[in-house]
């Protein structure tokens, strides 16, 4: 598909370089027997090479102003539907049940500002990918696929449900508009056995233990919790953990385990954890 000027809003950025556009799809893997999702086509840079290589394709745009020109430019791509309407907004398990859809890739350059709440909601669906290509801000990519030592709230939060991994770097000048930043493709795989912690206690847990990023995790869960610091201090010791540690410093198998452990003490703490 050849990139022309389309009406744009939403502070789109559209892709314009074809060279990696395929490389963006061809990270997915696709064969025909696979569906593909594809979030915000915007003017089709990488819908059409989906098509040819995927069963079926789902492309949802929020843009109504790109609609036509998508259609008119995917005619001939039979095996692709474009949806008007909101990711974030769209009863998402309905749609993939309607278009039997359930096992599905997602492929998709995301927009920057509601990057995180878009693979939240993919994350915790329920029908979630088998995995996912995503373009995102270069630096929401590092933090996704953070090294140890140096996680974050939202590292944890995709790192409970799936793998992440930094594929390819992609600048600026490969847009249009150019954006303030540099982008990142990076690949989301979903874990075949998730762990079965009580999701709202556990994220409690961890947005406490990030309360203050300065702080020791003794001083935020104590603060966070109203816990005395002795029975945090033996509860993190339980779990395997230092009290002078910080909370980028664990990874998610630390939170899983710090959390089994709460669960396991006396109702007082766990008066404290609700």
């Known amino acids: 598909m050849?990139?022309?000027?389309?009406?744009?809003?939403?502070?789109?950025?559209?892709?314009?370089?074809?060279?990696i556009a395929e490389k963006i799809v061809d990270s997915a893997n696709l064969s025909?027997?696979?569906?593909?999702?594809e979030i915000g086509p915007g003017q089709g840079a990488l819908t059409e090479l989906l098509a040819?290589?995927?069963?079926?394709?789902?492309?949802?745009e929020i843009d109504k102003a790109l609609i036509i020109p998508l259609k008119k430019e995917l005619n001939d791509q039979k095996n692709t539907e474009i949806i008007t309407g909101d990711i974030l907004k769209i009863n998402?398990?309905?749609?993939?049940?309607?278009?039997?859809?359930?096992?599905?890739?997602?492929?998709?350059?995301l927009p920057y500002y509601i990057t995180s709440?878009?693979?939240?909601?993919?994350?915790?669906?329920?029908?979630?990918?088998?995995e996912m290509i995503l373009m995102v801000q270069k630096e929401v990519g590092e933090r996704i696929c953070a090294p140890s030592g140096?996680?974050?709230?939202?590292?944890?939060?995709?790192?409970?449900?799936?793998d992440p991994e930094i594929l390819f770097f992609v600048p600026r000048e490969n847009f249009d508009p150019i954006p303030e930043v540099d982008s990142a493709v990076i690949r989301v795989v979903?874990?075949?056995?998730?762990?079965?912690a009580d999701i709202k206690k556990f994220f409690s847990l961890v947005r406490a233990g990030f309360s203050s990023k300065r702080k020791m995790l003794l001083n935020n869960l104590s603060t966070s919790f109203n816990l005395p610091k002795d029975a945090v201090s033996r509860i993190l010791k339980k779990a395997g953990l230092e009290p002078t540690q910080r909370a980028q410093e664990l990874e998610v198998e630390n939170w899983i385990k710090l959390n089994e452990t709460l669960e396991k003490q006396e109702i007082e703490v766990l008066k404290g954890l609700r």
């Open 92 to 109: 998402l398990p309905k749609m993939l049940e309607e278009n039997n859809f359930q096992n599905y890739k997602v492929v998709a350059n």
């Open 52 to 60: 040819q290589k995927a069963g079926r394709v789902l492309a949802v």
């Open 150 to 162: 140096k996680e974050s709230i939202l590292s944890i939060s995709v790192k409970f449900y799936a």
């Open 32 to 37: 025909k027997t696979d569906n593909v999702l």
């Open 117 to 130: 709440k878009i693979i939240r909601l993919l994350l915790e669906t329920k029908y979630p990918p088998t």
């Open 190 to 196: 979903q874990k075949k056995d998730l762990s079965r």
């Open 2 to 19: 050849t990139t022309k000027s389309m009406p744009t809003k939403l502070g789109q950025n559209f892709l314009t370089d074809p060279a």
